[in-house]
């Protein structure tokens, strides 16, 4: 892993392989190594890049209000320093957001979208659902971890590794960015892209968990319905976390034929 300095912060990307370019965006709370599982398997065949976002894993952070818009610009300053001209990009949740704004604000760097688990506007649903959010990480990392966790977990997987997430919990709670997570959940209130959604032309792939009650298939729909060239795939059992172990095959053989098709 590698640091640049790209809008007064220090952004820690990950850039492996060769071939046609991948972009990986994470989620709230998370860093590249999310997408670990993914890209070790990708990057035989393409270039793959994965990157933390402003105060998430070894990313800094400065004093500037957090925005999602903030977080493209972001981007888009790393893929012009690192000469990457175009790519398909990949973003879960927080970073489903991220790639979308992209995608209307710089087309041109645009050849194809995977959008998991995110959401195109702010909704008094959502908005219920990020004060929680922000009730718990105002009382530390461990309470956010137990607030968030059922969201993005099935029952079943709840139970079957509860020894294993607890372990977890406490082991990031030793790194974890307090202020950064906070500023990312602020950076999705008031968030509204649905209008402007119309605009994106490249094919499109929204990948949703059925069980998703966070954002649930209801607001994931109005991302495919509002892009022309967009299929909407939804993973039975899943909630939030696409990439859980029985979906993970599944969701390498979706990218590895939506990449056939970008030329």
Known sequence: MTEINLNGININ???????????????????????????????????????????HGDSSDDDSITTIDLYQDDLYQLLTALNIENAVFAGLSLGGNVILDLAIKHPEMVN????????PEHSERLEK????????????????????LPYTLTD????????????????????????????GIRAGYGFNITDELNTIDV???????????????????????????????????????????????KVLDIINEFMLKID
């Open 156 to 183: 079943d997987l709840l139970l079957k590794h509860k020894e294993l997430l607890e372990n977890i919990k406490f082991k990031a709670a030793e790194t974890a960015n307090i202020d950064g997570i906070k500023k």
């Open 129 to 148: 659902i990020f004060d929680e959010f922000h009730e718990g990480i105002d009382k530390g990392f461990i309470e956010f971890y137990d607030t968030i």
């Open 112 to 119: 194809g979208l995977i959008v998991m688990s995110s959401f």
């Open 203 to 249: 094919p499109t792939l929204v990948i949703a968990g059925r069980e998703d009650n966070l954002t649930d298939l209801e607001i994931q729909k109005k991302i495919s319905d509002n892009i022309m060239d967009s299929e909407l795939i939804i993973l039975d059992n899943t909630k939030h976390n696409i990439l859980i172990g029985r979906n993970i095959e």
């Open 13 to 55: 990307y990950q850039l492996e392989g060769e071939g046609k370019t991948i972009v990986f965006v994470h989620g709230l709370s998370d860093s590249l190594k999310y997408w670990n599982v993914l890209t070790d398997e990708l990057k035989d065949q393409y270039e793959v890049l994965s990157f933390d976002l402003r105060g």
